[in-house]
């Protein structure tokens, strides 16, 4: 069997396998990231809605701060997320949002003065302030306090991605395509790698790490019908959990598009 050593072995090319990669690099840590297809193909790009962070540069984002943001994400969840990962998540996103536009990624911007908008089916007009115009704006998203979802017209996850594996590849990391992990390598409860299958040539590859990111995403398609890619199998999170020791948690979070069409899984939004 082939075998490839490296530092840090990411297995999934999304958004989330991509920035781990990125950060690993910047850290001087050897990366190979593993994807079941090319990384641009990753379902990430599906992501139309955007991504929230407490920017409060819009009027309709006045006020906020991380606090409220925390409020939000933990009573959006029904108290039922893990609180740690959610004050982690709403300190940082503003950074993130911030490091996406130096990247490259064309977040939509305020402009100032009086715009028209349908609000709770009324239509309304608002007034942005001089001083935030040029700045990135947010849109109403998920019964949100306040408006802090960045958006880049109705393609977030698309730019985002484009602009993330762009990244990636300005920076030299390898990125395997066309491969799928088909178990996790460990030994009393240290996780050396993966085995992997080259879905061309179906040859069997060890990949020999000293830190394994699973960066798999969802999977919707354990489902009969869904609006989720091909790719979203599960994978990532079957191989954890066949270890015996790694632990799965809000399993049944999987999101179901309210406007798909049954059966054939198209949106119709």
Known sequence: MKVIYTDSLVIGGGLAGLRVAIAAMQRGVDTIVLSLVPAKRSHSAAAQGGMQASLGATVKGDGDDEEVHFGDTVRGSDWGCDQDVARMF???????????SVWG?????????????????????????DEAHG??????????????????????????????????????????????????????????????????TGELIAYVAKATTIATGGYGRLYSISTNAVISEGIGTAIALETGIATLGNMEAVQFHPTAIVPVGILTT
């Open 105 to 129: 990624v064309p977040w939509s911007r305020v402009r100032r003065g009086d715009r028209e908008l349908v609000i709770n089916c009324e239509k309304v007009t608002i007034t942005e302030k």
């Open 135 to 200: 700045l990135i704006t947010a849109r109403d998203f998920g019964g949100t306090k306040k408006w802090r979802t960045c958006y880049t017209s109705d393609g977030a996850g698309h730019t985002m991605l484009y602009t993330m594996d762009n990244k990636a590849i300005q920076m030299g990391i390898p990125v395997h395509e066309r491969k799928e992990a088909l178990a996790l390598i460990h030994e009393d409860g240290v996780c050396y790698g993966a085995i992997v299958r080259d879905l061309i």
């Open 90 to 100: 709403v300190n940082t996103s503003p950074k993130a949002i911030r490091q996406l």
